[in-house]
Nanobody, 119 residues
């Protein structure tokens, strides 16, 4: 069982930036970031394979960047030009099976970190 712990969330004003980190007990083939806003379904943000291939939600491409450091067992999400609608709990997740995009089924999840963007 892979364990994941997110950090880096917080409160920021519109236009600000945040970097989320996710430390894992074992890096897997596919790692991803997701978010869930109050009253909304969970939404996929980005996924990255062990080979570095990245997949983004079309609406977030360009503002959000996913990366991974296998030596540090850490997944990152750089978020720029943040908007109030980015307010949500952000989760990282892992997947061992082949296939890596935000619509893949992920097996293990972190507990989430809150991001709040104020206007």
């Amino acid at each position: 069982q892979v364990q994941l712990v997110e950090s880096g969330g917080g409160s920021v004003q519109t236009g600000g930036s945040l970097i989320l980190s996710c430390v894992v007990t074992r890096m897997t083939y596919c790692m991803g970031w997701f978010r869930q806003a109050p009253g909304k379904e969970r939404e996929g943000i980005a996924a990255i394979s062990s080979g570095g291939s990245r997949y983004y939600h079309d609406s977030l491409r360009g503002r959000f960047t996913i990366s991974r450091d296998n030596a540090k067992n850490t997944l990152y999400l750089q978020m720029n030009s943040l908007k109030p609608e980015d307010t949500a709990v952000y989760y990282c997740a892992s997947r061992d099976a082949r296939g890596c995009n935000i619509y893949s089924q992920f097996n293990n999840w972190g507990q989430g970190t809150q991001v709040t963007v104020s206007s």
